[in-house]
Each structure stands twice: as structure tokens, then as C-alpha cells.
């Protein structure tokens, strides 16, 4: 599963919940109707209506960075198994 960090938590549809620098777990992605990357995140809630009445399902992608920790985590291994 792709990991992301919230790099944007203003102007969120209601129902939405994530924070600043905080670090989610990723478990779908797809390309709405908008054309915008979408990202469902793991444990919590992804769809709701907005204010305007308006359907909403998915987080933008657009508010998250990807966090890369393949290299660390491999360096880190093999530094143990030495």
C-alpha cells in the first residue's frame, strides 16, 4: 500500500478528516469524473456531501505527497543483519 502525508487539510468537504503532516495509508486510488487523482484512505471516512449538496468520495490526491521509504527501510535491514 502507498503511504502520503497531508500536505493540504483547508477547505475540506464536510465529513472529510485529515490533518496536516499527518501520515495516512492509501487503499485505492482512481480518476474521478473531474479528471483529479483520488486516493480512498485506509480507516477513515472517505465520502459524504458537501455543503452545497453535492456528492464526494475519495480524498484529492492533490492534497497529499508521497512518502518514500523503500530505500531506508532496506538500508536499515541489511545495517541489522551485519
Same mark, same amino acid.
Given at each position: 500500500?502507498? &503511504?502520503?502525508?497531508?500536505?493540504?487539510?483547508?477547505?475540506?468537504?464536510?465529513?472529510? =478528516?485529515?490533518?496536516?503532516?499527518?501520515?495516512?495509508?492509501?487503499?485505492?486510488?482512481?480518476?474521478? +469524473?473531474?479528471? &483529479?487523482?483520488? =486516493?480512498?484512505?485506509?480507516?477513515?471516512?472517505?465520502?459524504?456531501?458537501?455543503?452545497?449538496?453535492?456528492?464526494?468520495?475519495?480524498?484529492? +490526491?492533490?492534497?497529499?505527497?508521497?512518502?518514500?521509504? +523503500?530505500?531506508?527501510?532496506?538500508?536499515?535491514?541489511?545495517? +541489522?543483519?551485519?
Amino acid at each position: 500500500m502507498k &503511504q502520503v502525508i497531508c500536505v493540504n487539510d483547508t477547505q475540506l468537504p464536510e465529513g472529510a =478528516y485529515v490533518m496536516f503532516d499527518m501520515e495516512y495509508e492509501v487503499e485505492h486510488e482512481y480518476i474521478n +469524473a473531474l479528471d &483529479q487523482r483520488v =486516493y480512498i484512505i485506509k480507516g477513515l471516512v472517505n465520502e459524504g456531501t458537501t455543503k452545497l449538496g453535492m456528492k464526494w468520495f475519495g480524498y484529492r +490526491a492533490d492534497r497529499f505527497r508521497e512518502v518514500e521509504y +523503500a530505500g531506508m527501510e532496506t538500508s536499515n535491514y541489511n545495517h +541489522a543483519l551485519n
